[in-house]
């Protein structure tokens, strides 16, 4: 972060009281902003603060968003991009976002203390799933055998982790698809368990996202569904889960 004693955060959002908003939310937690109302701006920053993480709307007067997101992660030192957008939200929208290399996409409305909170979740290391407790006698294989499941029920992914941890493994659980996606991007787990039917985002979708992005493309994806295959679980099989 090229000697910043705190983390930077390059905020680029062309709304000036939304930028206004977001820049007081960062340097509220303890973080160092640097607002940008334009890509090329974004871009300059970048270079010369090296920052953590960038947050980028995809809407911009001045450069397509998308070609901003490719731009930032193609520096020497680039950040890791999180995509905060209302008007480029469908799922169609969101699959090329992540097609880029950006880590996670927010949607608008979003409150500036739930972009802090989320910049937060992302900074934070995962953690396993307490399934049974691995305090005892936890062996090093076990702890590098980490399986990542995405799962909103709480009933079901406690009964996968505890297979999981059983079986040797280290399960890490998260209950939506955008944090399934943050924590297969930081955790590079050995395999993805994810169930089709989530809240926030359609299987067919979420799968595609996962054997696009460069980062999570290789990680082993399967499908775990309660239901005959529908013609969406048919599609994840073509995708490659």
Same mark, same amino acid.
């Given at each position: ?19 206004? !908003? +977001? ?7 303890? @973080? ?16 010369? =603060? ?11 007067p001045d ?21 905060v957008s ?11 976002? !992540? ?5 996670a996409f ?15 979740? +992302?900074? %934070?290391?995962?953690?396993? +799933? ?14 590098? %055998?980490?399986?990542?499941? #995405? ?15 059983? %079986?040797?493994?280290?399960? !890490?659980?998260?209950?939506?698809? &955008? =944090?399934? #996606?943050?924590?297969? !991007? ?6 993805? #368990? ?28 399967? &499908? @775990? ?17």
């Amino acid at each position: 972060m090229a000697g910043d004693e705190k983390t930077s955060i390059l905020i680029v959002e062309d709304h000036a009281p939304t930028l206004g !908003y +977001f820049v007081r939310a960062i340097e509220s937690n303890g @973080w160092k902003a640097l607002p940008a109302d334009r890509g090329e701006k974004a871009v300059e920053l970048a270079k010369a =603060h090296q920052p953590r993480i960038a947050t980028v709307d995809l809407c911009l007067p001045d450069m397509d968003g998308y070609e901003l997101c490719r731009k930032l992660l193609g520096l020497p030192n680039p950040p890791d991009v999180l995509v905060v957008s209302g008007v480029f939200g469908k799922e169609d929208d969101r699959l090329k976002a !992540y097609q880029t290399g950006a880590a996670a996409f927010l949607l608008k409305p979003l409150r500036p203390v739930e972009l802090a909170a989320e910049i937060r979740r +992302f900074l %934070s290391p995962p953690s396993p +799933f307490p399934a049974m407790g691995r305090a005892n006698g936890e062996s090093a294989a076990k702890r590098n %055998s980490p399986i990542l499941i #995405i799962e909103d029920d709480d009933e079901q992914a406690k009964a996968i982790a505890a297979h999981l941890e059983i %079986s040797g493994f280290t399960p !890490y659980v998260e209950r939506t698809a &955008v =944090h399934g #996606i943050m924590a297969a !991007y930081r955790l590079l787990p050995h395999a993805v #368990i994810l169930d089709m039917g989530l809240p926030d985002l359609s299987g067919a979708v979420l799968v595609a996202i996962l054997k696009s992005h460069p980062r999570t493309k290789d990680i082993p994806l399967l &499908v @775990w569904t309660g239901s005959q295959k529908s013609d969406q679980e048919l599609e994840c099989l073509k995708l490659g889960a």
